[in-house]
Structure formats: C-alpha cells, structure tokens
C-alpha cells in the first residue's frame, strides 16, 4: 500500500513497540510502515489522528484532555 500524498486523518492501526500503523483516511487497510511516535503520549488502536505531512515525513497530532499531543512520525 503507497502512503497517500495528502492526507489530513488516519486512525491508528496497531502499536509496536518501535511505532504504529495508521490507516489513512479513505483506505481500509492499514500502512506496512511504521510510523515512530514520541513515547510521552499514549495511542490507542482505534485513536483519530491529525496528520500533518511536512518535510517528508508525517506529524500525528491529537487532543486528549485540554493536552494536545503532536509526535512526529518519521
């Protein structure tokens, strides 16, 4: 599966211990990728994120109780 080129959501698909998968918005299966996230914020399979492509990379954003977390995934 090809990462899309402009995606502003996807839902995090499963977590390892070295990132997780997301599933992009529009597509029902979920990245072979792994994205890196910052281990100071806590992700759940099934989470809404806010993807943001910038500098060829992604940055995952989400907000969970008045604390917006933004993890860079590379």
Not at 40 to 68: H, L, M, N, P, Q
């Amino acid at each position: 599966m090809k990462e899309p080129k402009d995606a502003s959501f996807a839902t995090i698909g499963t977590i390892y211990s070295d990132g997780v998968t997301l599933i992009f918005d529009g597509q029902t299966v979920e990245s072979q990728k792994r994205y890196k996230v910052n281990a100071s914020a806590y992700f759940s399979k099934g989470d809404r994120v806010r993807i943001i492509k910038d500098s060829g990379t992604y940055v995952s954003c989400r907000e969970s109780k008045r604390i917006k977390h933004c993890n860079e995934t590379v």
